[in-house]
């Protein structure tokens, strides 16, 4: 038994681009989401102080901020706490991120005793990166 042999014309490699701009798009969207995530935590009802000596911020993944507006309100992630509430958020935080950044947003007619109360419920929950949110200049 004779069995013939073809032989086939070997094709050229392509480079597929759809694939490819998918991948893109999808990159896209994903830091697009990440960046509005980012925004979401500053609450606009907190006047920042003023501070001359202030530097410009790099945002930091994973960075934990927290607002207390002018009456005293504490806010983290969308969410009202006391301070006993606030430092079992942040227990569980410690839990699961080992060395979180905080950043206070304290409103500048807050008392320095309700932001130095934040700072205690932050020592107490074993994070000790704390950085403080200002301006610097005057802004309106």
């Not at 990159?27 to 995530?37: E, G, K, N, P």
């Not at 839990?95 to 950043?103: M, W």
């Amino acid at each position: 038994m004779r069995f013939v042999r073809r032989t086939l014309k070997e094709e050229e490699p392509e480079f597929q681009m759809a694939p490819m701009i998918d991948i893109i798009f999808l990159l896209l969207i994903f830091f697009m989401v990440i960046s509005t995530f980012q925004k979401l935590e500053e609450v606009a009802a907190v006047s920042l102080p003023i501070a001359d000596e202030s530097q410009t911020k790099k945002s930091n993944y994973g960075e934990i901020v927290i607002n207390v507006l002018e009456d005293g309100t504490i806010v983290l992630n969308q969410g009202v706490y006391t301070l006993d509430d606030l430092y079992s958020v942040l227990t569980d935080e410690t839990a699961s991120f080992e060395k979180a950044k905080i950043t206070i947003r304290g409103d500048q007619n807050v008392p320095h005793s309700w932001i130095m109360g934040v700072m205690r419920v932050c020592a107490a929950s074993n994070l000790w990166d704390v950085s403080f949110a200002t301006f610097q200049e005057e802004h309106r």
